[in-house]
């Protein structure tokens, strides 16, 4: 079955990190750009980071940058999201979505997500 | 960064009739415009990819049209299972970024 599944969240105190994993099966991994796209409790879609399919060309949101580290491991089908420094404001289901052309990143195949709660 | 705004953010709609969605970039992004349907509890869907492409399964009644700062969603007849939220999002240039949504809720 082709499918995402996304694991490692948690609650987490203000100022504390997490590492979120996003496992791929059912279709070559590696063709494949990834993205990590949050969705604060009530609100809307807020993409975080993405990496291309071979990991050399990575973005973040301005609202990560420098606390967030997207990385991936082809061998293993993984994605990963390392965060640190956390924030109230991070609060939020991350889900981890597929690049849905080699050339345009919208997204054609998504995680249910994990949840990541920040607060003291 | 590109701002998209969406409207209406609620639309009441009956079962059987047709339904309009807008999204508005503030900038040109082109034909670089998706739409996804995401409903309680489950992730984002999908639906529309290059403005006005369905993506796979995604059946007739969806259609879409637009380019450049304005585009549509257009449901000609609708069905139970369309009640959703609606997002729309551009990937002409990075930061790649999503419409706050518009709920599509049964009148």
């Known amino acids: 079955e082709v499918q995402l599944v996304e694991s490692g969240g948690g609650v987490v105190r203000p100022g504390g990190s997490l590492r979120l994993s996003c496992a791929a099966s059912?279709?070559?991994?590696?063709?494949?750009?990834m993205t990590w796209v949050r969705q604060a409790p009530g609100k809307g879609l807020e993409l975080v980071a993405a990496?291309?399919?071979?990991?050399?060309?990575?973005g973040y949101a301005d609202s990560v940058k420098g606390r967030f580290t997207i990385s991936r491991d082809n061998a293993k089908k993984s994605l990963y999201l390392q965060m640190n420094s956390l924030r109230v404001e991070d609060t939020a289901l991350y889900h981890c979505?597929?690049?849905?052309?080699?050339?345009?990143?919208?997204?054609?195949?998504w995680g249910r997500g994990t949840l990541v709660s920040v607060s003291s | 960064e590109i701002l998209m705004t969406q409207s209406p953010a609620t639309l009441s709609v009956s079962p059987g009739e047709r339904a309009t969605l807008s999204c508005r970039a503030s900038?040109?992004?082109?034909?670089?415009l998706a739409w996804y349907q995401q409903k309680p509890g489950q992730a984002p869907r999908l639906l529309i990819y290059?403005?006005?492409t369905r993506a796979t399964g995604i059946p007739a009644r969806f259609s879409a049209s637009g380019s450049g700062t304005e585009f549509t969603l257009t449901f000609s007849s609708l069905q139970s299972e369309d009640f959703a939220v609606y997002y729309c999002?551009?990937?002409?240039?990075?930061?790649?970024?999503f419409g706050q949504g518009t709920k599509l809720e049964i009148k």
């Open positions: 979505a597929r690049q849905g052309s080699s050339w345009d990143w919208y997204f054609d195949l």
């Open positions: 290059g403005a006005s």
């Open positions: 999002q551009q990937y002409n240039s990075w930061m790649y970024t």
């Open positions: 990496v291309n399919w071979q990991g050399g060309n990575i």
């Open positions: 059912g279709f070559t991994f590696d063709d494949f750009g």
């Open positions: 900038q040109s992004v082109g034909r670089n």
